[in-house]
């Protein structure tokens, strides 16, 4: 008799819940295109479906999303429709290379749109004033082409060489200090926080062009790393908000909190670079070392498409916040995979030293320019990002009445580690999508150019400078996945890091 009661409470309760989120989503389908057939999938779930999802997300804070779309793409093929809800927007994920390429080159201005943002989405990117996130058309254009003109140019980025060589010599520094000097006794050395600092003072000065203190820029890691280490649970907030902000009450509370904190930090530091762009302009030159940095771009820039208006203190913090976020903990992450292949790999180690070796001189570290002579390191590091890219899912595209997502984890990740394979590779889709570590087509990473510069960068001089071993003799890597903000190591890599013998 209770099963029975329990049961009926519940077919009730999601009869309820249907009605009430389909009043709140008011969003039916149009007319025009409601006939229009979707790729297969399951079936929608109109009644028991609220109720299923958001006891499940209720209890818990994520999904293995990844392995519910490949059972899904095993039953109904490689591209398949995900709808909860009979009236919500289709979301269409793709596991294909031949039809990701179809979908975001062959017809890339289709589908290059975002979907709207909702809850932490909206909260975190100033209501899609951010390049990640803002909807297609001209201010996107005018994000996307600032970063591209004013920070990521050619020009703009040997500027910055001195920073590298600063966070470099960091990094160095730490993983000497950490294995106590080296020998045959070093300690072993977990390198992956080591990592993350590094790149995020090359970052965080990139940003705000400024050497910040020790104690400043790990303040903000700290808020940084709080944001991406509750991404995934956030992520509920944007499912139905009107009723997630309810049942997640905690969660919302701690979004909040986050985004509070991020204006009191950054906008101190954006008014500092605002006012020091003002006095180097009295001056009508830049002394002093003045580099051009990227929150020095976001006060100048105007949005002529939006009546030539000022970005707001609110619009460069999200800004900020995803360049940070974007170009630290992606290229700390595939940085250790990279490192992990080849502790595990030795072979492929020691010929990615002889070519550094044949290229700069003994006791000389790697120059950027240096690097265009090594067509083996950059192999490793094509091959490291085709194995193990930091996420294993493009942003979702928007195009029509549906939603599109694009998985990449089934196509470009084949096979063992294999450096040489990487040689020759389009990482850009252009003419065929092998790998997309970066996405395709219209929507594709702007910060590419950089990535691939750190990468080679730390790689060529952290084997120049180190020899990699296992932790212990005959320990093997662990190179299992584990989803966080991006796909880390499940066991962080533990190295034994010897200094390089110099004769």
């Known amino acids: 008799m209770e099963d029975w009661l329990f049961y009926l409470v519940a077919i009730a309760t999601s009869v309820a819940l249907t009605l009430l989120i389909s009043s709140l989503l008011k969003t039916p389908r149009p007319r025009k295109t409601a006939s229009l057939p979707l790729p297969p999938g399951p079936r929608s779930l109109p009644v028991v479906g609220p ?80 390049i990640n996130t803002a909807p297609y058309g001209p201010v996107w254009r005018a994000l996307r082409r600032n970063l591209a003109a004013e920070l990521l140019h050619p020009s703009r980025l040997r500027a910055h060489s001195p920073a590298r060589r600063w966070a470099l010599d960091l990094l160095v520094r730490d993983l000497g200090t950490e294995s106590s000097g080296g020998g045959a006794a070093a300690a072993a050395v977990v390198v992956m926080e080591s990592f993350q600092f590094a790149m995020f003072c090359l970052l965080v000065l990139m940003c705000f062009g400024e050497r910040l203190p020790d104690e400043q820029i790990r303040r903000i890691e700290s808020l940084q790393r709080d944001l991406l280490s509750n991404f995934v649970s956030f992520s509920v907030l944007a499912l139905y908000p009107k009723i997630t902000r309810l049942l997640f009450r905690g969660r919302w509370k701690k979004l909040m909190e986050i985004r509070r904190k991020q204006e009191e930090t950054f906008v101190p530091l954006i008014d500092a670079r605002r006012n020091n762009l003002l006095l180097q302009r009295r001056r009508r030159s830049e002394e002093d070392g003045f580099v051009y940095s990227y929150v020095d771009s976001l006060v100048d820039l105007e949005i002529p498409e939006d009546g030539g208006r000022k970005l707001t203190d609110g619009e460069i913090v999200s800004l900020c916040s995803e360049f940070l976020s974007a170009g630290t903990d992606t290229t700390a992450t595939s940085l250790q995979w990279i490192m992990a292949n080849l502790v595990k790999q030795p072979d492929v180690q020691t010929k990615l030293y002889e070519e550094i070796e044949r290229v700069v001189e003994k006791d000389a570290a790697v120059q950027e320019e240096d690097l265009q002579r090594m067509p083996y390191l950059k192999a490793v590091v094509l091959e490291g990002l085709r194995r193990h890219p930091p996420g294993h899912f493009v942003l979702p595209h928007a195009g029509g009445t549906g939603r599109c997502g694009k998985s990449r984890w089934s196509f470009g ?47 060529a001089n952290l084997v120049k400078e180190f020899e990699w071993k296992p932790a212990a003799e005959g320990e093997e890597v662990d190179m299992t996945e584990k989803l966080e903000f991006t796909v880390v190591m499940k066991t962080p890599l533990r190295a034994r890091i010897l200094p390089r013998k110099r004769t």
């Open 51 to 130: 109720l299923f999802a958001l006891l499940r997300l209720r209890r818990r804070s994520n999904f293995d999303v990844e392995r519910l779309l490949r059972g899904l793409c095993r039953r109904h093929g490689p591209i398949v429709t995900l709808q909860l809800l009979s009236s919500s927007r289709p979301a269409v994920f793709i596991a294909d290379r031949v039809l990701a390429h179809r979908a975001l080159v062959a017809r890339g201005a289709e589908f290059a749109d975002r979907p709207p943002a909702f809850g932490p989405g909206a909260v975190l990117s100033s209501n899609q004033r951010s």
């Open 413 to 459: 990740r084949k096979g063992f580690w294999k450096a040489g394979r990487g040689k020759g590779v389009d990482i850009t889709g252009g003419r065929e999508i092998r790998m997309m570590p970066f996405g395709a087509g219209r929507r594709i990473c702007p910060g590419m150019g950089l990535a691939l510069l750190h990468l080679e960068y730390f790689v």
